[in-house]
């Protein structure tokens, strides 16, 4: 069951990945990152099958950083929302020449 | 039978997943992502990672995706009707930059040896759940070998609160 885990990992990051740069809108991008957060932790959990518990821990710790994130994040949208009145990344183009 | 609940989960995980990707609306992506989500959470039941399905389903599907759904309806996102993909040449390149990493991740896992059945981890893991149940078998290295990372993810989640708050209040002058 590693390896098709593994291989259910691999799958579920490279849709993650895609998601991330073909939308366009922000929270969705977001969503994505958490999909290949969540693809890492199945990665994990199986090679913990392979070497013991601490893959598991890890996954644990990945949890938490990845609630901080996204609190952090969307409070980043949300005050970037105040600004531009969208989450549409086309249209943050401060930084753009 | 575990080998087959776990390609069910896994197939519902993938397709979810480009649910995730393709779908419309903001809120239809995020009812995606939990579907996603539980069912990773049931391959964590099938690898003997129980107390991390437990912790997916209540932390990540319940609250951070709760999270997320506050959000979208605070911002009121989701009524325009265009899809928000983007199109043309840099669509094809996404899809060609994800073809090339899944390619890369294909050749890896073909060139790493065949692990049949479950691994040496697993014994282990076996052995803990028995002694110490499923949440102490986690919670007693967290707790001695990796108390110090412990302790700097609750400062971490302290420094988020604290950022999160001030981030979102609304300014004075404004």
Not at chain 2, 7 to 19: K, L, M, N, P, R
Not at chain 2, 68 to 77: A, D, G, K, S
């Amino acid at each position: 069951m590693i390896n098709e885990a593994l291989v259910l990992s691999a799958i579920i990051f490279v849709i993650g990945t895609f998601g991330v740069l073909v939308r366009r809108n922000a929270i969705i991008m977001f969503l994505c990152i958490e999909l290949q957060l969540n693809a890492v932790n199945v990665a994990f959990v199986a090679f913990a099958n392979l070497y013991g518990i601490e893959g598991q821990i890890f996954v644990f710790f990945v949890m938490t950083v990845a609630a901080a994130e996204a609190a952090v994040g969307l409070a980043i949208i949300i005050s970037i929302f105040r600004h531009y009145e969208t989450v549409d990344v086309g249209s943050f183009n401060l930084l753009k020449w | 039978m575990t080998v087959f609940l776990f390609y069910v989960f896994a197939g519902i995980a993938i397709g979810a997943s480009i649910g995730v990707v393709i779908a419309r609306s903001p809120v239809g992506s995020l009812l995606f992502m939990v579907t996603a989500l539980a069912a990773i959470a049931g391959t964590f039941v099938l690898m003997e990672a129980h107390f991390l399905a437990a912790v997916q389903i209540i932390v990540y599907a319940g609250a951070i995706m709760v999270l997320f759904l506050f959000v979208i309806m605070l911002l009121n996102l989701g009524h325009e009707a265009q899809r928000d993909l983007k199109g043309g040449a840099f669509a094809v390149v996404s899809a060609g930059l994800a073809g090339a990493m899944a390619g890369l991740l294909a050749l890896q896992l073909r060139g790493s040896e065949v692990v049949a059945g479950s691994g040496a981890g697993a014994e282990a893991i076996a052995a803990a759940n028995a002694e110490y149940g499923v949440v102490g078998a986690i919670a007693r290295p967290l707790y001695t070998t990796y108390v110090v990372p412990f302790e700097i993810t609750g400062i971490l989640l302290l420094v988020a609160i604290v950022g999160a708050v001030a981030l979102a209040k609304r300014g004075e002058q404004s």
